[in-house]
Nanobody
């Protein structure tokens, strides 16, 4: 299954964006979906995961309370609603499949070799 994140853009601090993660080449029904981001000069960071078994969601402390992840298996897609955006949220955002969310404690996909282009989110006044 190939995933592509989209929906990024330029937004002012305090604003909102909704990212989409579209799948091709297979169904997302049997995968949990994780979101990652990488800011310039920083390591890639895992920020959320949504389980394929019960829809449980997990968030990094840096985005908890501001970001919400969801999925629509009928659309074969996942989403990341980002509210109260901060300058520190500026990064390239990616989505990836996981076999499970591991309670939000472990993201094996972070070691993936091929990430694709991701989608740029820039928070600036």
């Amino acid at each position: 299954v190939q995933l592509q994140a989209s929906g990024g853009g330029l937004v002012q601090p305090g604003g909102s964006l909704r990212l989409s993660c579209a799948a091709s080449g297979g169904t997302l029904d049997y995968y949990s979906i994780a979101w990652f981001r990488q800011a310039p000069g920083k390591a890639r960071e895992a920020i959320s995961c949504i389980s394929h078994t019960d829809g449980s969601t997990y968030y990094a402390d840096s985005v908890k309370g501001r970001f919400t992840t969801s999925r629509d298996n009928a659309e074969n897609a996942a989403y990341l609603q980002m509210n109260s955006l901060e300058v520190e949220d500026t990064a390239v955002y990616y989505c990836a499949t996981e076999d499970e969310c591991f309670g939000g404690l472990y993201y094996p996909a972070i070691f993936n070799a091929d990430w694709g282009p991701g989608t740029q989110v820039t928070v600036s006044s």
